[in-house]
């Protein structure tokens, strides 16, 4: 049985499920997900239950694990919570930072139905990672970033907190996102729309 020592997930389930039935998503569809940031396995265990049962279904963990070397580790728990669990044939595992992960993820033309970013919390990390997401997500895939409104009243101005990246992001792709209402104010979560917008001269082949 998988154990968690936090479940900063679980208040988000009942949105995602939600979400993802309004997005037509079939779990017994063949579908790729990448994680930015697994940490004990908790959101991970969910989307495998929920969102990936197809066995053909993939799901990209990426994480440092920094603290893998030691006996009680977040590292030991994700993996006793999800690399034992039924699933573990569909799960991937990159010991990494998100940056060069995204970069070489793009850079190989591969692309997946959903990213889920809740790795750094610094607002120049958090850019990189939603802008690569983009890249990789398939027109019509969801891209969900957490801890939207951490750091509460400093959000708006504080480097250290993804506020500032989601604003920034949503606003310049903004041609190219829908953005769901009656979403959980901590998360935010976005639909990819289109690679180019429509008034681009690339999405008419000039």
């Not at 017994?28 to 279904?57: C, F, K, V």
């Not at 009656?182 to 999405?203: E, F, N, S, V």
């Amino acid at each position: 049985m998988a154990e968690f020592t936090h479940d900063w997930f679980g208040r988000y389930a009942a949105y995602w499920q939600e979400l993802f039935a309004s997005r037509g998503w079939h779990p017994d569809t063949p579908r790729t997900a990448i994680e930015i940031g697994s940490y004990e396995g908790r959101s991970a265990l969910w989307m495998l239950e929920n969102l990936l049962q197809h066995p053909q279904s993939r799901l990209h963990c990426v994480d440092t694990f920094h603290d893998r070397d030691q006996a009680d580790s977040y590292w030991r728990r994700f993996e006793a919570n999800v690399l034992r669990s039924p699933h573990a044939e569909k799960v991937s595992v990159a010991v990494s930072a998100s940056l060069p992960f995204l970069t070489r993820f793009v850079a190989a033309g591969k692309r997946v139905d959903f990213v889920y970013v809740d790795g750094s919390h610094r607002a120049a990390e958090v850019l990189e990672d939603l802008v690569l997401a983009f890249h990789a997500t398939r027109p019509g895939g969801v891209i969900i970033c957490d801890d939207y409104l951490k750091g509460g009243r400093a959000a708006d101005s504080t480097l250290g907190t993804p506020k500032l990246a989601v604003d920034a992001f949503t606003t310049i792709y903004r041609d190219r996102l829908d953005i769901p209402w009656g979403q959980p104010l901590y998360q935010l979560a976005m639909i990819k729309t289109a690679d180019r917008a429509a008034d681009d001269p690339g999405a008419r082949g000039l």
